[in-house]
């Protein structure tokens, strides 16, 4: 996986444990996909302080991810579902059965 969507995935998993500076300057640069000159224009800041600001901020993120390794953990589970839809697709008899489990697999990932 690439860098940032790694460190995409860690704002939308983190993002309310940053200080609203932190997550405004990485929000726009990994959501609104902002140059660094162009965040800097629209927070009033140099280009080296958006700079400062995002690799403060994913270090705080990454060591929020060691340690709690909620990232992580929403995967494996989404992995796991995506194994369970394969094998009820491989199983399960009817075509009624099947669409009740794959409901039951969403309504798990999406309630993580």
């Known amino acids: 996986m690439s860098k940032n969507i ?3 995935i860690l704002l939308d998993t983190y993002g309310s444990m940053l200080t609203e500076k932190q997550y405004d300057t990485l ?3 990994y959501d609104e996909d902002l140059s660094l000159s162009e965040i800097a224009e629209n927070m009033g800041i140099t280009r080296q302080g958006v700079h400062k600001c995002i690799r403060t901020a994913e270090e705080y993120l990454t060591q929020l ?3 709690l390794g909620f990232a ?6 989404c992995d796991l579902c995506d ?3 394969a094998l009820t697709d ?7 059965e099947k669409e009740k ?5 969403e309504d798990i990932k999406n309630a993580i």
């Not at 992580?72 to 589970?77: E, I, L, P, S, W």
């Not at 491989?90 to 009624?96: L, P």
């Not at 489990?101 to 697999?105: A, E, G, L, P, Q």
């Open 101 to 105: 489990m794959k409901s039951i697999i």
């Open 65 to 67: 991810e060691e340690t």
């Open 83 to 85: 194994k369970l839809t």
């Open 90 to 96: 491989e199983n399960v008899g009817s075509a009624d």
């Open 72 to 77: 992580q953990k929403y995967r494996n589970v």
């Open 27 to 29: 929000s726009l640069y």
């Open 6 to 8: 790694e460190n995409a």
